[in-house]
């Protein structure tokens, strides 16, 4: 768990306990605590735990404050950012994707079937499941041929989707690519789809 996710309060004294701290994530889900092995009874005052529990309770959340975006990096998200930006932690996101019924799940509940939308970065969509162990990997490019085929079923499809296009064409002009025989494929893969048809 990150630094910035954790907040503390001091925990009430009880005379069979004594006192402490508790921990919280950002959801205010508890976390655990931190409590007072005594070994000397100065330890067991009430006036002394509650004062230790004070400073650390207090030096954990000024931890916290401090590993919080500043205002230059952190701003209310608005919908002419599209996913630029998170709209729950205000950073810049880049460009990642999880796959649907994960994300379903997790910005949906566990019945949904429909994309429930959200614009999240990486880190705060992890931290939803706070139990998931997560693998962070970059995508495979797209080979030419393979933008050429997409880039097909986009021209033969009954709704079109301009981003396509345009993905397919920046996947042809990848380095490893040629693009030259990409079009060339391109032509022959629609040549042969109107003669099919």
């Known amino acids: 768990m990150a630094t910035h996710e954790l907040k503390a309060e001091v925990m009430a004294y009880s005379s069979v306990v004594g006192s402490g701290v508790l921990l919280f994530n950002e959801r205010g889900q508890m976390l655990g605590q931190i409590a007072f092995l005594c070994q000397a009874d100065e330890l067991r005052e009430k006036a002394f735990q509650e004062r230790l529990a004070s400073v ?19 701003r209310e998200w608005n919908p002419s950012d599209g996913d630029r930006i998170c709209q729950k932690c205000g950073t810049d996101n880049p460009v990642w994707f999880a796959p649907s019924p994960i994300w379903n799940c997790l910005m949906g509940g566990p019945d949904a079937t429909d994309d429930p939308g959200g614009v999240l970065c990486p880190t705060c969509f992890m931290a939803l499941d706070d139990d998931q162990i997560w693998e962070v990997r970059p995508k495979a490019q797209t080979t030419p041929q ?51 048809g």
């Open 56 to 74: 650390i309770s207090n030096a954990i959340n000024a931890d916290t404050a401090a590993t919080q975006p500043t205002p230059q990096e952190r």
């Open 146 to 196: 393979e933008a050429a085929k997409v880039l097909v079923e986009w021209l033969n499809s009954d709704r079109p989707n301009a981003p396509m296009i345009v993905a397919c064409f920046t996947a042809m002009k990848q380095p490893s690519g040629d693009f030259d025989k990409a079009c060339a494929l391109l032509r022959a893969i629609a040549g042969e789809d109107k003669a099919d």
